[in-house]
């Protein structure tokens, strides 16, 4: 079977944003709760981690800087702690998003399709609160399924 493009697994989550964004509902007035350690737990599987780098890659971002963003993300965060060989799933600050003026710095097309499909239920939204992920446009998600996911700087790594 071909395989898809980053876009083409991410196409359906991206259209459904664009919908309710047309709607009002979109995160454009929101300090951005779920990219930072108070609600943000977003594991990827290395599919997802390829797409970034790749990405990452093209945009000479894929370099010191950024792994040291990561790092700083693991350590802060434990982010690779295990208990009892059990990995406990953690709450993160992204290190992808932009403290200074808000907002995600992944382009949609690589993003994680977890945060691709959490968007807010209600116009106007500032600090999280009333959210959700679709997880049927999850589900529809064209990608192997029971594969092991890792918090986002960690799958990074991995790929170093
Ligand atoms: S990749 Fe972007 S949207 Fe996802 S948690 Fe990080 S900053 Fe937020
Ligand atoms: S409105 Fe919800 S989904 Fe959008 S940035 Fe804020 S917390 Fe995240």
Redesign the pocket.
Known sequence: MEKLSPLARRAHLIEAMKTDAAKGLHCGSCS?T??TFTS?S?QIDSEQALDMKNWLLQQDRWNDETFKSLEDCVEEFRLDIEISHIKIRRTYT?????RSSL????APEV??Y??LAFNPKESGVTNGGNCRSNLDLLEAVPAAKDVTKYP?PVALLMLR
């Open positions: 951005g779920c990219c943000n977003m992204c290190p992808f998003f932009k907002g995600c710095t992944i993003k994680p977890g945060c986002i």
